[in-house]
């Protein structure tokens, strides 16, 4: 939607954004908000974009203006602080010098082998975003249209994947053992593990494990934390004895999961929590949490994507 003027009323220009090969490329479905959902072109690092900008002038008027730009914008947005957009990066290119419109017109814009460092984010109270912004400058109020992409990056984690292996308890009352079989995973692995009872002397009624993501925006004093849970199921229903073990096996393909970000352009983190709780039958919660890294593998976009998409170490 083209943006209003300052005084509300609606410039008489409309401004449409095409992507090269938009039709053919993967989309992408993210949320917009809690009730909304929207598609996006998916775009990799170090791709090309490029398209065409279409400007229509309404009622054959002639519109003045003091030039026509294009730019391609990478962008933080903290829900918390909405009057600042953080733009970690901003390319511009000149379409038109100052003059008139006095017709409709058509620009084409490249901006080439660019890079995106980042994967495009929505989270609870951040955003990271990546858009192409065509700007009208006039002397009353700018014509401003936006057009969103969808960007994923590939963060390989560091070698070394080794087993999470911890003994945790209660003194006297509970003593478990527990084991997840590595501490890094892709989108589509699957989590293997067992939890082991070395001593039991509380009425366990059953016990769960969930995938938490915390996401933390911000920096002190002014830092804001949100947890949201992934998915919850149950593992055990029921006491255990004394030298029991409880197998478990999670496969991670069918929840919508993010990579991890860590401290992200020093703004935000979203990280993820393996959350083992157990519950007597008074209804007291036991739990213990445990920090994973995700990630995305190329074989994890099921499209054929340029061979020059960077990958990145952290």
């Known amino acids: ?65 003091n030039g026509i730009k294009v730019e391609f914008v990478g962008s933080i947005e903290m829900f918390y602080d909405r009057g600042n957009h953080y733009e970690f990066r901003t390319i511009q290119q000149e379409l038109a010098v100052p003059g008139e419109l006095r017709n409709n017109a058509t ?97 366990v009624k059953h016990m769960e494990l969930s995938i938490i993501r915390r996401e933390t925006t911000g920096a002190p004093p002014n830092q804001y934390n949100e947890s949201e849970t992934i998915t919850k199921f149950e593992i055990m229903d029921g006491a255990p004895v004394r030298g029991e073990t409880i197998p478990i096996r999670l496969f991670l393909g069918g929840f919508e999961l993010t990579p991890t970000f860590r401290d992200v352009n020093m703004k935000f983190s979203a990280r993820y929590y393996l959350n083992l709780v157990l519950v007597d039958e008074e209804n007291r919660r036991y739990f213990k949490q445990q920090e994973i890294t995700i990630f995305r593998r190329r074989v994890d976009d099921d499209s054929v994507e340029p061979a020059h998409a960077q990958i990145h170490e952290v």
Request: glycine share 4%; net charge positive.
């Open 107 to 203: 620009f084409d814009f490249e901006f080439k082998n660019i890079e995106k460092q980042y994967e495009s984010y929505h989270g609870i109270n951040v955003k990271l975003r990546y858009f192409v912004r065509v700007t009208i400058q006039r002397r009353m109020a700018d014509v401003v249209k936006e057009q969103d992409i969808w960007v994923h990056s590939y963060v390989m984690p560091p070698d070394g994947n080794n087993s999470i292996k911890m003994e945790v308890g209660i003194e006297d009352c509970l003593h478990i053992e527990f084991e997840y079989n590595k501490s890094r995973y892709h989108l589509k692995d699957v989590i293997v593990g067992k939890i082991y009872f070395l001593l039991v002397r509380i009425k």
């Open 1 to 65: 939607m083209v943006m209003a003027s300052l005084f509300g009323l609606s410039a008489p220009i409309d401004i449409d954004i095409h992507f090269d090969g938009q039709e053919k490329r993967k989309q992408i479905e993210a949320k917009v908000d809690k009730e909304r959902r929207e598609k996006y072109p998916l775009y990799f690092d170090g791709e090309t974009v490029a398209g065409k900008i279409n400007i229509r002038v309404r009622d054959n008027k002639r519109i003045e203006h």
